[in-house]
Every structure is written in structure tokens, then in C-alpha cells.
């Protein structure tokens, strides 16, 4: 490809679309975690709102306006309002004026236009600014592609549906950045291109690595399933005439981009000296999932997802893995996947958990002398291998990512929509359908365990059955992600670290933020503006799911009481605020509590339904 043709897809009627998309997504949830404060145009028309946030019979929304730091640039746009204090911003509606002249929107300048508003400091504006610009760039990247409608990709394999995901993380605004990937990287590694990859494999000394593996699996037993005879021949023929023994190695999967920019450099040292050698490329072909750094098997889909160390910035965090983390993953997958297995309800949501079954960390001694805790130099070169969904498919079942549930086509439609439609349920129906699949393990988990997830949409595989109706729900991304916040609860010493303490009145966060806030909060929207189902309706569907659980489990009564799910109003915890404060590492992980940034409070909309 020639240097010109690498940026094709950044033209100006492009970057001018993904612009004013973004800006509307800024304007959305920079004013929903109150960091903006829009003001009404037309004050008399915003005050007829129903309980809900919409307005009676108005169902173009109302107009407001925001004004730059020095008050000298305005946007002004319509949003209707929903529940959660959700802001349902029109894009074609976004104008951006100064001294009486309407100006080109720019993403770039709206935040450094409000850059004090937003709480930007020095050095993390630029490198804010950058992760926009690449947020934008891969905006215009996907609206260069042939465009699938939402009822086309309702009927996609499930591949086609990961790749055709266009917004990413619906919450954060930066949710692309991928610092480190060049034109061409990004070309051949980010997941909407679906270009696919085969990883490279390193033969990492046992004396400063370490594997672990579930109790029902091997090394050697991995290593059959996820290699061809062929290939391990050909590796072990590599090693042989460097004068090595292949069995004083663990074979490591690695990212190219890994072993190109970081590994081959970084640690040139342990290259040199053979504590680590480069084996080549596997046979496989691999599929980058949303999460950049985790890859699908598309040779062989049955065989596990492999997540690897990728040294890249992205949405908070350098996507590294921890040699360390990585060591009690298999033993706290075996101990999750035991309880889930052992109760009942969860048996009857069907519930599933994809287990990330084995584990290898390289330690590089220099490293590990020399940077602190959390470091990412510590997180350079591990790997997992999580189960595949497809193994466990029944006839005429699909697996979709649960952020599919969010997307809406270049045209507005929506892919939730074409789903229920094609279903043949009535919305509710399908929508009792999801919840019962969703809501109800991780109410159950927590409620009954203490046990919390990281349940957003990325996180969770939707299984449906034939005509699009979800029957059960994989949760993935498990061993970093899981807590258990009780200082009581019976836990093997090698599953000890997901342990969280967190204070009482900020347990039952885990529900109304991650689940309500980061999820329900925009697919009511979604499906309201779709004309399949109102907003209200969708509430009251999950107060009656959530009442049913409640029925179900009389002797939990006193936690339901305790953590009561229909309290009027709970904590507004804000993810933009954490990536504006600091986007290099949003969350320390050990005290994930502790770096909330809480503000204020949102209306339950659930409290009407006590």
C-alpha cells in the first residue's frame, strides 16, 4: 500500500461526519456526568417533562446551548431527555457560533474550548487531544466502509457482528484512542477492519516464566489442542539448531505489534542472552475482538480466544497483561465456574462462563528490580487462553456481542430493534427474554455472593436462538474483572485476590453504575426512539424481573432490603471524569473504590415501581 492510500479514508466530507458525531457524544455525556451545564433556549417548551425526562408530545426534543470557557464560542443543539439524566443529543441539530457567525464544528478545538470546564491539565490535554484524533480517524475508517443496515447485521454470523460494531464504549468519549498503532498497524490490527492476524509465538525460558492452567488441563494438553504437530516440529526444529531444548520453554502467543515495538527492543537482553526466542508466526488466522488485544480463532473457531500484552493507550490504560495477575487467573476461573455450576438459579438463567483456562507471565528480572508496582513495564509479555463460545452452542443457536444491542446503522435503525423484530415476541416479551438472561445472574451473584462483574457490553455474549430472541448469556473477561466485596466469604488463598473492600453504601454501585447507568440508561433511548418500545415500559419490564428475582429468593430478603435496588436515587460515579483526570491509568485496580469520582445523584427510574 502506498503512504497515500493508507489515509484514504480521511476525507473532508468524512472527518466533518465523524466530527459532529463525536461532538454530539461529548455534548451527551460530558453534560450527563455534569461537567457541562446546558442551558435552555426555549425555557418555556423544557419545562413540560414527564417523569421519564421526555417531553409531552414533543418528540423532536428541545434546544440548549453550551458556552466555551472564555463565553465567547456557543454550540447550540436539541437533546431530548431521559431517565438517568440521559441526554439524547441530535447530531444534524449541533451549531457552533461566534460573534454572530455560525463556525465549522471541530472536535479538536471544542475541547480545547473547554478545556478548563472539563478539568484538562497540561500534560494530559495533548495527550487527550490525540486520542480524539485517533477516536475520529476510526470513525472515518468505518464510514468509508460499505454500510450494513442494522436488520443485515441482525442475521450476521457473529464475527461480522464484532466487526461491525462502529461506537465502542458507549460512555466514554475517547473510546478509540490505540496510541501506538501507526496508519498501517492500525490498518491491520484494529477489529473493524477484520484483517486477520497470525500471531507470533516466542519460546520463553521456564526459569523466569510462569504457566498455570485450570485443573483439568495440561501444558502439554494446551499445547495439542491449540498447535498442529507440524507446527510444534517446526518450533522445536527452531530451537534444536540454536543449540536449545524446547522443553526448558514455555511457548508463548504474542501480538506482532508486541514483538515488533516493544519485545524485540525492550527486551533485547533477554532476546540476546535466550531467555527468550522468536519462533515465527503460528498457522492460525486470528480476528481482533473489540478489545484490541484479545483474538478470535478464525481458523478453528472452536478453539480458545487468546488475549495477549498489547503496549498501546487505550480508553484509561496501557493494554498490557500482568506477568503477576496472570498467575491465579486459572484457579480463580475453576473456583467461578464450580459456584456458578453448583447453584440453581444460575443453572436456570443459564448462565454461562467463559473460562480463561490457562495463563503464562514472563518475569524480566530487570524490570521487576526496577519499576514500581503496576508499572507497565511489568506487563509486557503474558498471555491467556479463554474458552470459545462456539463449543457450547446448541443447534440453531448465535452468539452476538452484547454491545450490539447499542448499535444503530449509518441510517438510524437500530440493531436491537431488528432483532426483536425479527424474533416474533412482542418487545416486552423479548425484552423479559434479555433481562432474564442478563439481569438476573448478576443480581443473583450479587445478592446471593457478594460477587460482582464488569458486565458492560463487551464483556457479555449474547446467545440467540434462531429468529433472535437471547436465550442465555456468556460473561467473559473474568479473573482482572470479578470481585467478591466481603470480608467473610470462604475463598481458596490462591483465588484471595479478588477480594475488594469496598464501603457499604457503595456496594450496590456495582448494579445501578455498570448495569443501569452504563447500559440500560442508553438502550431504553435506543429502543424508545426505534418506536418499539417507550422508555417507561422498558423500566417497569425490569422492576418486574427484578421483583421476580426478589420472589424467587424470600430468604434474601434482608440484603434486598439492605441493597434496595428501588431506592429513590444513587450515586452519579462518572467514567469521563476519570480518563479527564488522568488517561494513563484511570483505575488502580487493587482499590477499585477508591477512584470514583462521584457527583452528585441520579433518579432511580426504578423507584416508581416500588
Given amino acids: 500500500m502506498q503512504p497515500h492510500e493508507a489515509v484514504s479514508h ?5 472527518w466533518a461526519q465523524a466530527t459532529r458525531l463525536l461532538i454530539r457524544k461529548a455534548l451527551a455525556e460530558f453534560s450527563h456526568e455534569r461537567l457541562l451545564s446546558p442551558t435552555p433556549l426555549n425555557e418555556d417548551e423544557n419545562e413540560n417533562q414527564d417523569e421519564y425526562g421526555k417531553e409531552d408530545g414533543k418528540e423532536d426534543g428541545n434546544r440548549y446551548a453550551v458556552r466555551s470557557d472564555d463565553g465567547t464560542t456557543e454550540y447550540r443543539f436539541t437533546a431530548r431527555r431521559f431517565a438517568l439524566d440521559h441526554w439524547q443529543v441530535d447530531a444534524d441539530s449541533i451549531a457552533r457560533h461566534r460573534d454572530g457567525t455560525e463556525l465549522p464544528l471541530d472536535a479538536l478545538a471544542f475541547i480545547t474550548e473547554l478545556r478548563t470546564t472539563l478539568g484538562l491539565g497540561e500534560e494530559i490535554l495533548p495527550v487527550y487531544l490525540e486520542e480524539i484524533s485517533s477516536t475520529l480517524a476510526g470513525t472515518a475508517y468505518k464510514l468509508a466502509a460499505p454500510p450494513t443496515s442494522a436488520a443485515q447485521l441482525a442475521v450476521a454470523p457473529f464475527q461480522a457482528i464484532e466487526s461491525g460494531m462502529t461506537e465502542g464504549h458507549p460512555c466514554f468519549v475517547a473510546n478509540n484512542g490505540r496510541l501506538g498503532f501507526d496508519i498501517a498497524e492500525y490498518r491491520a490490527y484494529a477489529p473493524e477492519t477484520g484483517c486477520p492476524v497470525r500471531l507470533i509465538w516466542v519460546a520463553a525460558h521456564r526459569d523466569r516464566t510462569t504457566f498455570t492452567a485450570c485443573a483439568d488441563l495440561s501444558y502439554d494438553k494446551l499445547l495439542l489442542s491449540e498447535l498442529s504437530a507440524a507446527t510444534l516440529r517446526r518450533f522445536s526444529a527452531a530451537m534444536t539448531e540454536q543449540g536449545l531444548d524446547l522443553d526448558d520453554y514455555y511457548l508463548v502467543p504474542v501480538h506482532p505489534w508486541q514483538w515488533w515495538n516493544k519485545l524485540s527492543v525492550t527486551f533485547a537482553a533477554e532476546v540476546a542472552q535466550r531467555h527468550l526466542v522468536c519462533l515465527g508466526h503460528g498457522d492460525d488466522e486470528h480476528l481482533a475482538q473489540q478489545s484490541i488485544r484479545t483474538f478470535f480463532n478464525a481458523t478453528n473457531p472452536a478453539k480458545h480466544y487468546v488475549k495477549t500484552a498489547l503496549s498501546v493507550l487505550n480508553m484509561g490504560f496501557v493494554r498490557g497483561l500482568s506477568a503477576a495477575y496472570m498467575e491465579a487467573t486459572p484457579a480463580i476461573n475453576d473456583w467461578l465456574a464450580d459456584l456458578v455450576a453448583g447453584d440453581d438459579i444460575l443453572r436456570g438463567t443459564g448462565l454461562g462462563v467463559l473460562r480463561e483456562r490457562a495463563a503464562v507471565g514472563y518475569h524480566p528480572a530487570p524490570y521487576e528490580a526496577a519499576a514500581p508496582k503496576g508499572s507497565p513495564y511489568l506487563k509486557m509479555l503474558a498471555a491467556l487462553w479463554r474458552e470459545s463460545p462456539i463449543p457450547f452452542l446448541e443447534e440453531g443457536e448465535k452468539p452476538a456481542t452484547m454491545a450490539s444491542l ?49 458486565p458492560h457490553g463487551e464483556n457479555v455474549i449474547l446467545v440467540l436462538d434462531e429468529h433472535g430472541a437471547p436465550r442465555r448469556a456468556l460473561f467473559k473477561d473474568l479473573a482482572e474483572e470479578i470481585a467478591v466485596m466481603s470480608e467473610d466469604a470462604e475463598l481458596p488463598p490462591e483465588v484471595e485476590r479478588i477480594r475488594a473492600d469496598v464501603p457499604e453504601d457503595m456496594k450496590i454501585l456495582s448494579l445501578f453504575t455498570d448495569v443501569f447507568d452504563c447500559f440500560f440508561r442508553f438502550l431504553a433511548p435506543t429502543l424508545d426512539d426505534a418506536g418499539v418500545l417507550d422508555e417507561a415500559s422498558f423500566w417497569s419490564t425490569v422492576a418486574d424481573v427484578t421483583k421476580d428475582y426478589q420472589k424467587a429468593t424470600p430468604h434474601l430478603a434482608a440484603r434486598h432490603a439492605q441493597y434496595d435496588l428501588f431506592a429513590d436515587e444513587f450515586a452519579l460515579s462518572c467514567l469521563n471524569r476519570l480518563q479527564l483526570r488522568n488517561n494513563q491509568q484511570m483505575v488502580d485496580l487493587q482499590d477499585p473504590a477508591g477512584a470514583l469520582q462521584l457527583t452528585g445523584t441520579l433518579k432511580n427510574p426504578l423507584s416508581a415501581h416500588k
Fill in 10 to 14: 480521511l476525507t473532508p466530507e468524512r
Fill in 406 to 454: 447499542l448499535h444503530v446503522d449509518r441510517d438510524g435503525n437500530s440493531l436491537a430493534a431488528a432483532l426483536i423484530q425479527g424474533s416474533g415476541l412482542e418487545p416486552t416479551e423479548w425484552l423479559r427474554a434479555y433481562l432474564n438472561a442478563y439481569l438476573t445472574p448478576l443480581l443473583h451473584c450479587f445478592y446471593a455472593f457478594d460477587l460482582v462483574f464488569m
